[in-house]
């Protein structure tokens, strides 16, 4: 304390590298450093103690809250220390001051990037809470270059291949950020595609609120699943909506909800005799491979459509003018190669008839070309 007050500084480093105590605190309850900084000396008492710990020694403190070698290196962000300090077995990278901030959390709240990246990759817990609720993954995320953070604790996550390592949930990150890459690391080392992060979304609902379609289409060939929702009823449609209708994303969701919903079939209320006859009720589904819609077993029942559309045709118009029902809402229609047309009333409304009719078009043109790769 009296090095700091009159500016001592080879006294200070002579006593810092015999093992003086920088945690001891006097009757006013001021400590070394606390009184250097009263003294304008701030500069020079840190550049002592930088010294001291480059030389081999550690700064000793019986109070951590006071004075902290790894929290005091973290402020000054001086990298080459602190490369010396994570090195040391007795150093606690986890250890955390009064207000419950770690090393890891200063360095992200300060915008100490290279501090930070060393911290995550010598080991530190981003995971752990200050008095405020924060981590060092939500302090990161509200300094300007965020990304860089985020990309750092992916690596990391990748390099040592734990699932939601330390908190950080690696494949919604890399979902999130349309690293296409990084996700496909993942998917090879059974990253669950339909988990949960702490906010309730799953990965393909972060890319989908991206509007990164590719990335979309790689979970979906992985297994992620277009119809969970979250606790707040958002669905990965929903969520790529939010963005405008028509984008990438909603495209590829769009395609597997139709897919999944032809394949896996539904009753739906046939018309006959292109509107003249009675309606029935039947299932109807899409058979994948051979590109056949039916809805019975005959061959009759077993078509390839050329065409499908939402509505009625003006045929089926005239034909119900009299009963008034062409006007339902979930009315869609094929026609067949044999160049029949054919009526159907599913569940749900125009939405679900919309679905059908794209779902009628994609498993068609797979089952002919072949699915898009």
């Known amino acids: 304390m009296i090095c700091a007050r009159y500016k001592q500084e080879d006294c200070l480093k002579l006593l810092a590298s015999a093992g003086a105590d920088f945690g001891f605190v006097n009757a006013a309850g001021q400590c070394a450093k606390s009184i250097a900084g009263s003294t304008q000396w701030t500069l020079g008492f840190q550049q002592a103690v930088l010294d001291v710990i480059q030389g081999g020694r550690i700064a000793y403190s019986s109070n951590p809250s006071v004075f902290s070698s790894l929290m005091f ?35 992200a709240a300060a915008g100490h990037f290279e501090a930070f990246r060393l911290l995550v990759f010598a080991g530190a817990d981003i995971n752990l809470r200050n008095k405020y609720g924060e981590t060092a993954i939500t302090l990161s995320e509200a300094n300007k270059n965020s990304d860089i953070y985020e990309k750092v604790i992916l690596e990391y996550a990748l390099a040592n291949g734990s699932h939601n390592s330390a908190g950080f949930y690696a494949l919604h990150r890399a979902a999130h950020r349309g690293d296409i890459e990084s996700v496909r690391v993942l998917m090879r080392r059974g990253y669950d ?57 909603e495209c590829v969701i769009l395609d597997e909800l139709a897919r999944k919903l032809v394949l896996g079939g539904a009753f739906v209320k046939k018309h ?36 499908a559309e939402v509505g009625p045709s003006s045929a089926f118009r005239w034909n119900r003018r009299k009963k008034f029902d ?7 229609r094929v026609v067949t190669t044999q160049n029949k047309e054919v009526h159907f009333v599913c569940d749900g409304g125009i939405e679900m008839a919309q679905l059908w009719v794209r779902g009628i078009k994609l498993v068609t043109r797979e089952a002919i070309f072949g699915k898009k790769q």
Not at 203 to 227: F, N, T, Y
């Open 326 to 332: 062409t006007g339902e809402p979930g009315m869609f």
């Open 272 to 307: 006959t005799k292109a509107g003249k006859g009675c309606s029935h009720r039947k299932t109807l589904k899409m058979v994948g491979a051979a590109g056949l819609l039916r809805w019975g077993k005959s061959c009759k029942r077993n078509v390839i459509c050329k065409g």
């Open 73 to 107: 290196v973290i402020r000054a962000n001086d990298i080459e220390t602190l490369k010396k300090l994570v090195e040391r077995s007795e150093i606690d990278l986890d250890e955390q001051d009064r207000n419950e901030f770690s090393a890891a959390m200063l360095a």
């Open 193 to 249: 595609f339909n988990a949960f992060d702490g906010d309730g979304y799953t990965p393909l609902m972060l890319a989908a609120r991206g509007g990164h379609g590719s990335m979309c289409e790689l979970l979906i060939s992985g297994g992620a699943r277009c119809d969970i929702e979250t606790a707040r009823l958002e669905t990965a449609l929903k969520l790529t909506r939010k963005n405008g209708v028509g984008n990438d994303a």
